[in-house]
């Protein structure tokens, strides 16, 4: 009976060590999977984390991108000083409206004008009131346009106004509106400043067919304008006598 108690309890010894053998690799295994199962999420929230963070470069990038292709556009197209458009983007606008005119048969006017008094002012009040009146004459400029006309600086105190659909009553106001407005007094920082504005105008097809042509027009016209006084409209002397109603007098 002894030696079957004392076989029983070595078997179930035995059985106990096995068992704890067993739960002790057990465990083992488990605690090694739960180790790889957060090593798997750490390496998963770090994927995740490094994919966000390269959408979200690739978004600022192309935000970059986008910013920048606008400031090229800027400098390429639009005058510094003024925000009008210069004179490359004033080409390409009158080419079009050159084109448009003659394949609709419309009619197409051009004011070429440029400042009286303006080198008076960068004389007296310095480089830096001129630039703020250049800004100034602009806003006011782009004011006596329409939507569908263009206003640009060439440079200098020279402008360029494309006038689509527009015969010469409708120029001849936009021009009394010029004579007008640029002729108002400009606050400046060192002082106060009074200019006129000689203005020169062209028709398509009246007195030519190409941007050449018609700026070749309207640069004649306003050389007339300041050969007569200054301060006034003259048409390109194809359209034959120049009213009256669109001189310094007549605007106000």
Avoid at 152 to 159: A, P
Avoid at 188 to 200: D, F, N, Q, W
Wanted: net charge positive; glycine share 8%; charged share 25%.
């Amino acid at each position: 009976m002894a030696i079957e108690v004392e076989s029983l309890a070595a078997v179930r010894r035995a059985m106990a060590a096995v068992t704890g053998e067993i739960h002790a690799r057990t465990l083992a295994q488990i605690r090694l999977a739960e180790g790889r199962r957060v090593t798997v999420k750490w390496l998963l929230a770090g994927t995740m984390a490094v994919l966000v963070g390269l959408v979200v470069a690739f978004v600022q990038s192309q935000r970059r991108a986008r910013a920048d292709r606008a400031r090229i556009e800027q400098l390429a197209h639009f005058d510094r000083l003024t925000g009008l458009p210069n004179r490359s983007l004033l080409d390409d606008r009158l080419e079009q409206a050159a084109q448009l005119a003659a394949r609709q048969a419309e009619p197409l006017a051009v004011l070429l004008f440029d400042l009286d008094g303006f080198k008076a002012v960068n004389d007296t009040l310095g480089h830096a009131a001129g630039d703020s009146l250049l800004a100034q004459v602009g806003l006011r400029a782009r004011d006596c346009m329409r939507a569908s006309d263009t206003v640009g600086r060439l440079g200098g105190d020279e402008f360029l106004a494309i006038l689509p659909a527009t015969g010469a009553e409708g120029a001849r106001a936009v021009a009394a509106k010029l004579l007008d407005s640029i002729a108002r007094p400009y606050a400046l920082k060192r002082g106060t400043a009074v200019i006129g504005v000689s203005i020169g105008g062209a028709f398509h097809p009246r007195d030519g067919l190409t941007p050449d042509e018609l700026t070749h027009a309207a640069d004649m016209a306003l050389y007339r304008a300041k050969a007569e006084g200054r301060n006034c409209f003259r048409e390109s002397e194809a359209g034959g006598r120049n009213p009256p109603a669109a001189s310094s007098d007549a605007a106000a």
